[in-house]
Structure formats: structure tokens, C-alpha cells
């Protein structure tokens, strides 16, 4: 009985952890798209990753976890640290400021579909109609955003989010098989520490002189991004991957972009389009396909 409550209790925990990740990645799409309005995006990644780093290694260390990483799992932590962080995030903020935080975020979080791709060609999961159909429903809903925003005029925004979701999926695949059995704030520290430190050169030689007048409400989004969407949502993903299936992980994830069009409807008063809501459902849709797999039995 006792076993039971236990198990019970830490149920509830990673459901909190998990909800917890949805609202803060949702709340991340507005919020970065005014920073980037004053902060310049290469210069905001690098004042929020390294604290974050900072943070999650100490807490790694007062919990008394080896911060030493084995050189037979660097290969892995640094290409995760590369399409988690790195270009994920650079790709990510050059996305919102392109496109807006609504749109970004249903690009952006094609990411199951571009996971299941990736396990395929890597040989972790066989190709499968499941596989198929949500490519086709993820190609189509990006066309029909294309075609709703003027594809021509917002192309490299479209582009950029498409590889920020692609470069998301293909870190996640690494994070799941890329045998790393460490503590969450131990892999989630030198994730931040590792994938920041291609970006401080090109931030202080290029974003630097391009800062704007930021107020408190800049640096507020600023703390936010230090300590929940760096420092939490990387221990919280992993935390997530590697208690829930990649299925419950990626059906929990189509809850972002759909909250993210909302705020940008309800809050920040921008108009939503047919071409739109068509495009989120197709998106969704194939989201949910990619991480059910309902045509693959061994699944």
C-alpha cells in the first residue's frame, strides 16, 4: 500500500513537471517576441543561457551529482547541446521576430513529425503509413500558412522555423538514444554551458552594438528566461523523456502552438486567418499521428 502511494505521489509530480513545461513554453512565444524587440536575439540566448547553465550545475552539485561527463558520452552531449540549444534557440528567436509568436510556435512545433523522420533514416523506428500520412499533414499545414502570410514575403521566417523544429527533432532524438543515463540538472547544465558557447563571439562581435532601449519589462522576461525557459524546461524535458513515452511527450507538446495562436488572438488582438486555423489543424493533426503511430502494431 505504502508502494502504491509512493508510486502515486511521484505520478502526480511528473504530470506537475509536465504541465508546468507546457505553460511555460507557451508563455515563451509572446514574451520573446517583445523581448527581441529591444534585445537582440544572439545577445538575449547568451544573457539567459549561462546563468542557466550556472544554476542547474550548482544545483547538481549541492544535490552531491558528479558533474563529470564520461568521454565516451561527449559525442552525444555535444550534438544535443548543438540542436537543443544552439541552433534550436538562435533559430527560434529569429523565427518570433520574423513571423510573430503564434505562427512561429506551429512551425516551430513540427518537431514530432521531424523526430519520427529522423528515427526512421537513423534506424531507431522503421518507416510506417503513420509516418507518411503525418509528413503529408505537416507539409500541407505549412503551405496553407505559407499561403495565408504571403510565402514570398515572410520565406526566410518560414524556413527559419521549419529548421528550428527540424534541428528540435533531431536533438530529441539524440537526447532519447543517445545512451546519456545522467542526472536531469547535470545533463540539462552542461546542455545550456555547451550550447551557448558557439553563440558569445558572434554575440558580442555582431548583436551587441544593435541593442535597443529595453525597460524593466525587457529585463523581467530577461529573469524569466533564466530561470524557467532555460534552466526548467531543459531539466523538465528531460525529466519528461525520461519518464513518459516519446508518445505522451509528443501529444502533450501539440497543446503549445494551439495556446500560443490563442494569446496571440485574445491578448495581443492579431488577426487569425482560415489559412491559419487550417494550417494548426493539419499541424496538430499530424503531431498527433507521428507520436500515436496508430498504423504501426509493434508500436
Known amino acids: ?19 508546468i513545461l507546457i505553460i ?23 544573457s539567459a543561457g549561462i546563468p542557466a547553465a550556472i544554476i542547474l550545475l550548482l544545483i547538481a552539485k549541492i544535490r552531491s551529482k558528479k558533474l563529470i561527463i564520461p568521454k565516451k558520452n561527449w559525442t552525444s552531449l555535444i550534438l544535443i547541446s548543438l540542436f537543443n540549444v544552439t541552433l534550436w534557440q538562435v533559430l527560434m528567436l529569429y523565427g518570433v521576430s520574423l513571423l510573430g509568436g503564434g505562427r512561429a510556435a506551429v512551425l516551430g512545433y513540427t518537431m514530432p513529425v521531424w523526430a519520427v523522420m529522423v528515427a526512421a533514416m537513423m534506424g531507431y523506428e522503421k518507416i510506417t503509413i503513420s509516418s507518411f500520412i503525418a509528413l503529408c499533414l505537416g507539409v500541407f499545414g505549412v ?105 505522451v511527450t509528443s501529444i502533450s507538446v501539440m497543446m503549445v502552438p494551439v495556446l500560443a495562436i ?25 503531431i498527433f499521428v507521428a507520436a500515436k503511430k496508430p498504423f504501426n502494431k509493434e508500436n
Open 24 to 46: 511555460v513554453w507557451t508563455l515563451v512565444w509572446p514574451l520573446f517576441r517583445f523581448v527581441v524587440q529591444e534585445i537582440p536575439p544572439l545577445v538575449f540566448r547568451m
Open 143 to 247: 503551405i496553407s500558412l505559407a499561403a495565408g502570410i504571403d510565402f514570398f514575403s515572410n520565406w526566410v521566417g518560414i524556413f527559419v522555423m521549419l529548421m528550428a523544429g527540424f534541428s528540435w527533432g533531431v536533438g530529441t532524438i539524440i537526447l532519447k538514444y543517445g545512451g546519456l543515463k545522467f542526472d536531469a540538472f547535470v545533463i540539462a547544465g552542461w546542455q545550456q554551458l555547451i550550447g551557448i558557447l558557439p553563440i558569445i563571439p558572434f554575440a558580442i562581435l555582431w548583436d551587441l552594438n544593435n541593442i535597443g532601449d529595453p525597460d524593466y519589462r525587457h529585463f523581467l522576461v530577461l529573469i524569466f528566461a533564466i530561470f524557467f525557459a532555460s534552466a526548467y524546461t531543459y531539466w523538465a524535458y528531460f525529466v519528461v523523456l525520461k519518464n513518459f513515452t516519446v508518445t
Open 1 to 19: 500500500m505504502f508502494c502504491s502511494f509512493s508510486r502515486n505521489i511521484k505520478q502526480i509530480k511528473l504530470i506537475l513537471v509536465l504541465v
Open 262 to 286: 490563442l494569446i496571440d488572438t485574445l491578448y495581443l488582438g492579431l488577426s487569425i486567418s482560415y489559412y491559419d486555423l487550417c494550417a494548426l489543424l493539419m499541424i496538430v493533426m499530424g
